[in-house]
T-cell receptor, first 115, second 111 residues
Framework: DGGITQSPKYLFRKEGQNVTLSCEQN?????MYWYRQDPGQGLRLIYY???????QKGDIAEGYSVSREKKESFPLTVTSAQKNPTAFYLC??????????????FGEGSRLTVL | DAKTTQPTSMDCAEGRAANLPCNHS???????VYWYRQIHSQGPQYIIH???NNETNEMASLIITEDRKSSTLILPHATLRDTAVYYC????????????FGKGTLLTVNP
């Protein structure tokens, strides 16, 4: 079945450590996104990518980095520069043309806890 | 994208229709109204979207007022599994790839 796979589902890290969250999609979608969600809050956009080897900052990109070397993959690195990294991270993808371009498909999320 | 306003929470009895309102008084002519829902600790799920006309699919119906300043998502026969946060989003699409999710409405379906 087509979909988006995020891993790991739960992750613990110590302060000062970088951590990379994986996101893979087999929907043949061009665009991919990373959102962050804090308890009781909506989703905030971190980074997005419309095409391989290109990505743009979202609303809260500081302390995060991404890469888009393959169409299927869009990993997110939470660096030690991110001051408050404990959160629920959601990856999504969408088509860019030919229909309902506002329909995002989300993964199940990765919950990061910094100890 | 235009700002949307939703109630913080709503309750509904199982088997009854759930009507979730959304105000988007500054919506522009090229912005669609999208609805998503998020069950606790899962990723959001697309439900439906519309521009001017009312829309219906297997999950829900979307009623948009004639002036497009507000809309209502209708779940015709709510079940306990419909308990979730529902997000209403105004989105123009095209070259705008950013969807803005607010805090949404927590719908609790009671037995």
């Amino acid at each position: 079945d087509g979909g988006i796979t995020q891993s790991p589902k739960y992750l613990f890290r110590k302060e000062g450590q970088n951590v990379t969250l994986s996101c893979e999609q087999n929907l043949n979608h061009d665009a991919m996104y990373w959102y962050r969600q804090d308890p009781g809050q909506g989703l905030r956009l971190i980074y997005y990518s419309q095409i391989v080897n290109d990505f743009q900052k979202g609303d809260i990109a500081e302390g995060y980095s991404v890469s888009r070397e393959k169409k299927e993959s869009f990993p997110l690195t939470v660096t030690s520069a991110q001051k408050n990294p404990t959160a629920f991270y959601l990856c999504a993808s969408s088509k860019l043309a030919g229909g309902n371009t506002g329909e995002l498909f989300f993964g199940e999320g990765s919950r990061l806890t910094v100890l | 994208d235009a700002k949307t306003t939703q109630p913080t929470s709503m309750d509904c009895a199982e088997g009854r229709a759930a009507n979730l309102p959304c105000n988007h008084s500054t919506i522009s002519g090229n912005e669609y109204v999208y609805w998503y829902r998020q069950i606790h600790s899962q990723g959001p799920q697309y439900i439906i979207h519309g521009l001017k006309n009312n829309e219906t699919n297997e999950m829900a119906s979307l009623i948009i007022t004639e002036d497009r300043k507000s809309s209502t998502l209708i779940l015709p026969h709510a079940t306990l599994r419909d308990t979730a946060v529902y997000y209403c989003i105004a989105h123009s699409g095209g070259s705008n790839y950013k969807l803005t999710f607010g805090k949404g409405t927590l719908l609790t379906v009671n037995p």
